[in-house]
């Protein structure tokens, strides 16, 4: 039985992993997370993926099996691939060309926790108390934590979370940017749903586009950035929904996008 439910509602598509009793991941599991995100972003009715897990109580996600990657230690080049491969796994959330949303609530650890910080809107329940706890037996975020952490947030907050281990909730979350929005808890998922649906209202093509100007500008030096934006700008100009997009403006009327 798969750990996964998939459901499309319009052009949203929800991703939902059950893994009780503390939905921990394994690489079997994330190996088919990939998978999913992958035939979704090549899915033309889907313009944002949403991804959550069903609570366990309080536990929203323990993070990874600590005996798979121990037992990892006992092959050849086993813990460092097993590292690699992780951050590929978790990375999946980035390299899709569509919007993908992370929805989480109550305790989040370790895997859990740096999943997220690979898509492009995080959005928390009230009652999230998340962590890396690394720390506390000896070893450092693994799964891109490190890297992708201070990009979001600063060096100085990202050294704060993972040198200390502590704790944060909703509001300092919400203050230090780690997450875009913080929805009551009771209607958590219904709230990130309605927003990945306003979402979608756009084009899909100026979706893709800004995701894939912002994600290129960033790994180059300002005037390099800004050269890109510009070739992409055009390319996304010249397609049907930004011709459609433009014309519903001028005539006062909603666009209706085609994905083209």
Do not use: W
């Not at 926790?113 to 000896?138: K, T, Y």
């Not at 975020?141 to 600063?154: C, D, E, H, N, S």
């Not at 500008?217 to 800004?226: A, W």
């Amino acid at each position: 039985m798969s750990v996964f439910t998939v459901t499309i509602q319009g052009n949203v598509a929800l991703v939902e992993y059950n893994n009780p009793p503390l939905n921990i991941l394994t690489m079997e599991n994330l190996k088919q997370l990939e998978q999913i995100m992958l035939e979704l972003n090549d899915q033309v009715e889907v313009s944002v993926i949403v991804f959550t897990m069903k609570m366990q109580g309080k536990v929203y996600c323990a993070g990874m099996d600590l005996d798979e990657m121990l037992a990892s230690k006992e092959e050849v080049d086993g813990i460092e691939s097993y590292c690699r491969v992780s951050k590929q796994y978790y990375s999946v959330f980035d390299r899709v060309e569509k919007p993908t949303i992370y929805v989480y609530d109550g305790i989040v650890r370790g895997g859990g926790v740096e999943m997220s910080f690979f898509a492009d809107f995080r959005i928390a329940g009230e009652r999230i108390n998340l962590a890396l706890p690394e720390i506390g037996i000896g070893i450092i975020p693994g799964g891109g934590g490190t890297q992708t952490l201070a990009r979001l947030i600063g060096e100085a907050p990202a050294k704060d979370l993972i040198m200390t281990g502590r704790s944060v909730k909703a509001e300092e979350m919400k203050s230090i940017g780690l997450v875009q929005r913080v929805f009551p808890s009771e209607s958590l998922l219904e709230d990130a749903l309605s927003f990945a649906s306003d979402l979608a209202k756009h084009s899909p093509q100026g979706l893709r586009s800004a995701k894939r100007s912002i994600h290129k500008g960033r790994q180059v030096d300002l005037y390099e950035g800004l050269a890109l934006e510009t070739a992409v700008f055009v390319d996304n100009f010249e397609t049907e929904d930004a011709t459609e997009g433009i014309t519903a403006f001028k005539e006062k009327r909603q666009p209706v996008f085609k994905n083209r």
